[in-house]
């Protein structure tokens, strides 16, 4: 009986140990905690608004999950969706919304792509379609090969975007000719089909600071408040300083 009663005392006693210990983990962390949309986990440097905490990412990297579940980021002023987020690599593939669906959206107020250099960068290489709104009729005798682009403007299909590569041309020369002209990026060169390169997207590195070895110990990267400039790893018993490398776009690594 003694035994016996030896015994449960020590059971009770690891599972109030464990049940404590579940009880108290650190907030950061449990703030930190990575969550889902659609298919793609989002951790540090992203931070989802609405499902966890700023101090969870790093500035300029808020994402929001629309009611597609198309995971969202505000690039260039204007929306673009992620399609994928390569963490070992501190990459991701993004494309326009605008071309998300077979019609082109022209009611999204598309503008030319340009990058934040202090955030991002392009991962492979790139080349460019120019799209052309409403231009006058010398334009299209003196572009050459071109493709009529539909898009939908208040339910009503309309067919006034043309579409063009860009090798060799400069925005510039459609001033005064077009209302609108965009540049709009996609991966690799030799690409046949305008369309289908205006639905390929662009794969980016992005800059912030690495995060590997808090991860590999199981701790989350945050911040312990929105203006602190110095990452944290967040353990599930508590916060350490640890030192990490800034990432400047300086690694030559591959790329999926």
Known sequence: MNRFYKLSSLFISILSFLTYRSLALDHYYKDCTPRVCGSISISYPFYISGLQKPICGQQGFEVTCNSKTHLIINLSNDTYAIQGIFYEFQSMHILNTAFIDATFNCT???????????????????????????????????????????????NKSRGNLIGIYAQGRNLSQFAGKCKKVVSVPYEGKNVTDIDGALRMGVQL???????????????????????????????????????LIDVRFTEDIGHP
């Open 108 to 154: 999204l107020g598309l503008h030319s792509f340009t990058l934040d250099e202090n955030r991002f960068k392009f991962a492979c290489t790139h080349s460019e379609v120019f799209l052309l709104q409403d231009c006058n009729n010398k334009v299209k005798n003196s572009i050459g090969e071109y493709k009529e682009e539909s898009c939908i403007f208040n």
């Open 205 to 243: 590195k992005w800059n912030a600071t690495n995060c590997r070895e808090c991860a590999k110990s199981g701790g989350r990267c945050g911040y312990h408040n929105e203006t602190s400039l110095q990452m944290q790893c967040f353990c599930p018993y508590g916060v350490h300083s640890l030192i």
